[in-house]
């Protein structure tokens, strides 16, 4: 199916593991991004990727690690997770023509105990 | 550092009971301002971009106007169905940070049969 797909969709960890969420689009878009939603706060940007190899950090990105070898796969990975990484995270993605719309994933709701 | 405000927190309509929603902005250089909306347990939902004061876009019951400080979302005769929780996001500055969206914390909004 055409669009942005993320996975898993809900993850219970424990403090200390590493974890990795998956965003894959479709689209070809040339744009991908992280953020994290919590109440109080809204949606933060992690981190975000302009192209394949190409990342760089957002509002909140101690803790996180991202990379993009390919254009459609933006993967965050948290090394050592934590409870305030607790959290419903989304990916989103930008057609380069019209780089201000972003799209949503459905989003991965992360639990760390 | 661009800030967005939006109120109320929560709004509690009655069918057919029409309302506005409010994004103030405070940033240098708007590029745009955009709304989405969230349906519990989704992603945000592209609705309308909004790139310069005076500017207004419709979708069905839903209207955005822009003007130099502010943006508002105006509901027209609602129905159960627009219940959503409606966030605006701005767009500002210019080279490298231009991908960037600053999002408000948004409005809950409860329209009831």
């Known amino acids: 199916d055409a669009g942005i797909t993320q996975s898993p969709r809900y993850k219970i960890t424990e403090t200390g593991r590493q974890v990795t969420l998956m965003c894959h689009q479709t689209?070809?878009?040339?744009?991908m991004f992280w953020y994290r939603q919590d109440l109080g706060h809204g949606l933060r940007l992690i981190y975000y990727s302009a192209a394949a190899d190409i990342t760089d950090k957002g509002e909140v990105p101690d803790g996180y690690v991202v990379s993009r070898s390919k254009t459609e796969n933006f993967p965050l990975t948290l090394e050592s997770a934590t409870r305030s990484q607790t959290s419903v995270y989304f990916c989103?993605?930008?057609?380069?023509?019209?780089?201000?719309?972003?799209?949503f994933g459905p989003g991965t709701r992360l639990t760390v105990t | 550092e661009d800030q967005v405000t939006q109120s109320p927190e929560a709004l509690r309509l009655q069918e057919g009971e029409s309302s506005s929603l409010n994004c103030s902005y405070t940033v240098s250089g708007l590029r745009g301002l955009f709304w989405y909306r969230q349906d519990p347990g989704k992603g945000p939902e592209f609705l309308f971009t909004l790139y310069s004061a005076g500017e207004e876009k419709e979708k069905e019951r839903l209207k955005a106007t822009l003007t130099k400080k502010e943006s508002f979302l105006h509901i027209t005769a609602p129905k159960p169905e627009d219940s959503a929780t409606y966030l605006c996001?701005?767009?500002?500055?210019?080279?490298?940070?231009?991908?960037?969206?600053?999002f408000g914390k948004g409005t809950l909004l409860t329209v009831n049969p």
């Open positions: 689209w070809s878009h040339s744009y």
């Open positions: 996001a701005v767009q500002a500055g210019s080279g490298g940070s231009n991908y960037k969206l600053t």
């Open positions: 989103a993605s930008s057609d380069p023509g019209t780089v201000y719309e972003q799209y």
